[in-house]
Every structure is written in structure tokens, then in C-alpha cells.
């Protein structure tokens, strides 16, 4: 699903004195994103607050607090739900272990974990099941990391940090893979491979990557306007993984100066002292309107001139979960979706 980088013709982009912002494309919201929120919208349309989702349903503080105010209590764990109350599961995905207790509780859930997580459980159980050693490719402690890892956590070893890859502990070197968690970095992910290749020379990877569409896509568009940055502006939440590797990967790519921030008023008016070029461009959980706010704090400094820099067109789209689908009624007054 990972699109090309087209020609983006930023040869050929005038090169005038002045500013000028170079705005990504892809960016923001990505087909599991979009399909989570709406599904926490339709499921507070449909069922009446509250309605309780566990963790936030994604990394993104606009989000979660525009759907705090329309109703929804977030908890950390299902053991916080009254019994019998309907939870909703954020898009990062949960373990079997949480779907039990979720059931034990007599909770009425809806799943909303991205259809491409979902893939990575099922290969996980799947290469577990023909007793495969697994090398998690991800960062230590996020939620989508330990929805996968609980698929099978006896088979399951995580490799975050170049020096986890001398941890690691295989029975069979003939029988070893590499998965990876969604949103990581391209290139880090394929260093990290490179040095496992060289413990075990047999490992094999992922039947298609698990690095998604949207979280490369994203890569790819920073690439291509970064070079010529002075600094680049990602917005997207701290707790962001696909969000903060866009910052990473400006900086990797030869922008100068590069930030993430959550709302146009975190911009440090010293980032801006002798910029020229601007690039904008936003996490796969962040609804436009807020690079808008980024868009208009700049113009309102002279940063008038907004070329969209286009890798990718993206047309992927989710269905709703199926158990929220055959509930669902049309209701003309129903909120606004969070972009
Ligand atoms: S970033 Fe990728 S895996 Fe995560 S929700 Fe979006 S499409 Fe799904």
C-alpha cells in the first residue's frame, strides 16, 4: 500500500526571495484514524453518554478533548468500566488478555483498532502457531506494541534500542522473523533489520510490511520538502509515535530546525527568527483544522505563500466495526465529525 514519492516538481517550484511555506501532502488523518473517531461519534449518536473508551481512542489531545466535552470517560484499563457499561477499544489495539477481561465484566465493547494492526496480530499468531521465534520491531511501552505482543507473549521478544538486538534469544536460527509495530520510522526499522540479519542470517520478514500506508506516506512527503527547510512545523501530540518520526525524519532528511507541537500557539517565536521556508505537516491523527491554526499563525507573521508539496494520493477507507454497524441509525443532528 506504501505509495512512490512522485515527481514533486520542487525543482521547478519558483525559488522567489521571501517567505513561503512548503505545506505536506499526504498529512493528518489516516483510514484507521478517521475511522476510530467516527466510530466513537456514531457510538455516542447511537447509544447516548457516556460511553467510556479505553486509553485515548487516538494520540492526539484535540481529539480526545473535544470527545471528553461531547461525553466520552477515557480509562486506563477495562477494571474501571462499570459492569455491563459499553467500552469502546482505541485504534492502536488491545490484547486477547483485555478482550477477556472485558468479557469476564460482562462489558459490551466495540473494537475499533485499525484493520492494519489487526494484520500484524494475525501474523503474529499465525508464526506463533508454527512455532516461530518473533522479533517485534517497536518502541517499548506503546499501546499497539503491547496489544501485539500480548497475541503470544511467550513467542514474542521486542527490539526498540540498537543494543536490544544482543538480548535477543532465539531456540531456532532457521526459524525467526521480524514484525514490525505501524508507525515507525522506515529507515530506522530497516537498520535494525540489517543488524538482526547479521546475528541471524535466516530471518525472514513480514508477507507484506507492516509499516502502514499512511505512517510512510507521511515519511516520503517530509522527505521530499525538507531539504529545502529552514525548519519544519509537525503537528501532532508528545505521545505521537508516527508523529515525532516525522520530526525525525525532516531532521534526517536536512531540514534545519524542526518541532512538533500540539496547537499553533506552541510555535517559539525564536524558531522563526531568520527562516525563510516553512514546511507544515501533521501526524496521522490530527485533524486539519489545527494545521489551519498553523497555516494562519504563520500568514499572520508574512508567511503568506503556501505551496502543497504532493507525494501521494490517499484513498483508503475503513468500515465502521461490525458491531457498531448493525446498531447504527441515522440521527440528522448528530455531531460533527473532530477534523
Ligand atoms: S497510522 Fe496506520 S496503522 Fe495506525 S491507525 Fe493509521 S492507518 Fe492504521
Known amino acids: 500500500m506504501t505509495s512512490s514519492p512522485q515527481d514533486t516538481d520542487l525543482a521547478d517550484r519558483t525559488t522567489e526571495q521571501g517567505k513561503r ?6 498529512r493528518g488523518y ?9 466510530t466513537v461519534e456514531k457510538a455516542l449518536e447511537t447509544y447516548g453518554p457516556p460511553i467510556y473508551v479505553r486509553k485515548e481512542i487516538v494520540h492526539n489531545r484535540h481529539v480526545v478533548d473535544t470527545l471528553r466535552e461531547r461525553g466520552v470517560i477515557f480509562v486506563d484499563e477495562t477494571d474501571e468500566v462499570p459492569e455491563g457499561a459499553l467500552v469502546v477499544f482505541s485504534a492502536h489495539g488491545v490484547s486477547p488478555a483485555v478482550h477477556e477481561e ?14 492494519l494492526v489487526t494484520k500484524v496480530h494475525k501474523e503474529v499468531n499465525r508464526f506463533a502457531r508454527d512455532d516461530y521465534d518473533i522479533l517485534l520491531i517497536g518502541h517499548e511501552g506503546h499501546e499497539e506494541v503491547e496489544g501485539t505482543s500480548g497475541e503470544a507473549p511467550e513467542r514474542v521478544q521486542l527490539v526498540d534500542k540498537p543494543e536490544d538486538v544482543e538480548k535477543v534469544e532465539i531456540r ?4 525467526v522473523v521480524w514484525l514490525s509495530q505501524t508507525t515507525l520510522s522506515v529507515d530506522e526499522t530497516m537498520e535494525r533489520v540489517d543488524q538482526l540479519k547479521e546475528r541471524f542470517p535466516d530471518l ?7 509499516i502502514c500506508y499512511a505512517t510512510s506516506n507521511r515519511q516520503y512527503a517530509v522527505k521530499a520538502m525538507a531539504p529545502e527547510c529552514d525548519l519544519v512545523i509537525v503537528v501532532g501530540s508528545q505521545n505521537s509515535s508516527n508523529s515525532k518520526r516525522l520530526v525525525e525524519v525532516a531532521l534526517q532528511a536536512g531540514a534545519s530546525d524542526a518541532h512538533l507541537v500540539d496547537y499553533a500557539a506552541q510555535i517559539d ?7 525563510t521556508t516553512v514546511g507544515v505537516t501533521s501526524g496521522a491523527s490530527v485533524p486539519d483544522v489545527l494545521v489551519m491554526q498553523v497555516l494562519e499563525h504563520l500568514s499572520e507573521r508574512g508567511w503568506n505563500q503556501v505551496d502543497e508539496v504532493t507525494t501521494a494520493n490517499e484513498k483508503v477507507t475503513f468500515a465502521l466495526p461490525r458491531e457498531l454497524r448493525k446498531d447504527l441509525k441515522e440521527n440528522p443532528d448528530a455531531p460533527k465529525s473532530v477534523r
Open 204 to 210: 525472514q520478514a513480514p508477507p507484506s510490511d507492516d
Open 102 to 115: 472485558a468479557r469476564r465484566r460482562n462489558l459490551r465493547t466495540i473494537d475499533a483498532t485499525c484493520p
Open 269 to 275: 517565536e525564536k524558531w522563526l527568527e531568520g527562516v
Open 21 to 26: 511555506v512548503l505545506l505536506a501532502k499526504p
Open 172 to 175: 531456532d536460527p532457521s526459524k
Open 30 to 38: 489516516c483510514a484507521g484514524v478517521d475511522r476510530a473517531v467516527i
